[in-house]
């Protein structure tokens, strides 16, 4: 089956009675967790972004205390999990400074978790790719946004 393009979806779907665009968002909603996750989001957390972001670090920070430090291994793949979690927050929301706000906060909580970063290559490029994402989505927002970004960013990279 070939898939319409997102124009003609949206000829459709301007065409249906409000019932019909009802029904239709609750079957799409049955079919992925995903898809239910982003209903969840546009219909009950969109106009509160901040909540919205407080909730995401909530769940980062029980994911960091669930590491298990002893070993590496383990370690690296929570963290890879966190950053999973992150990503697909962040394509829901699609906010820059959503973007930049959980990515600071996931760096700062590795910093911080005492995870030696650059004991293990791969934790280590994980940590600096979150970094690359933080600056190149930086360069998109507001000057005054950018200042006080740049701010917090001047803690992860003093050492």
């Given at each position: 089956?070939?898939?319409?393009?997102?124009?003609?979806?949206?000829?459709?779907?301007?065409?249906?009675?409000?019932?019909?665009?009802?029904?239709l968002n609750l079957r799409l909603g049955r079919f992925k967790k995903e898809n239910?996750?982003?209903?969840?989001?546009?219909?009950?957390?969109?106009?509160?972004?901040?909540?919205?972001?407080?909730?995401?670090?909530?769940?980062?920070?029980?994911?960091?205390?669930?590491?298990?430090?002893?070993?590496?291994?383990?370690?690296?793949?929570?963290?890879?999990?966190?950053?999973?979690?992150?990503?697909?927050?962040?394509?829901?929301?699609?906010?820059?400074?959503?973007?930049?706000?959980?990515?600071?906060?996931?760096?700062?909580q590795l910093k911080e978790s005492g995870i030696p970063i650059e004991r293990n290559?791969?934790?280590?490029?994980?940590?600096?790719?979150?970094?690359?994402?933080?600056?190149?989505?930086?360069?998109?927002?507001?000057?005054?946004?950018?200042y006080d970004y740049l701010r917090e960013m001047a803690e992860l990279t003093a050492?």
């Open positions: 089956m070939k898939s319409a393009t997102i124009h003609e979806i949206k000829q459709e779907l301007l065409t249906l009675k409000p019932a019909q665009l009802v029904e239910k996750e982003l209903l969840t989001y546009l219909l009950f957390e969109a106009h509160d972004e901040q909540g919205y972001i407080q909730g995401i670090k909530k769940e980062i920070d029980d994911e960091f205390a669930a590491i298990n430090l002893s070993h590496l291994y383990f370690a690296r793949k929570t963290l890879r999990k966190i950053v999973r979690i992150i990503n697909k927050y962040c394509r829901y929301s699609g906010s820059k400074q959503t973007e930049v706000e959980l990515r600071i906060y996931f760096c700062l290559p791969v934790i280590n490029n994980l940590y600096l790719s979150q970094l690359k994402k933080i600056n190149s989505v930086l360069a998109t927002l507001h000057e005054d946004l950018q050492d």
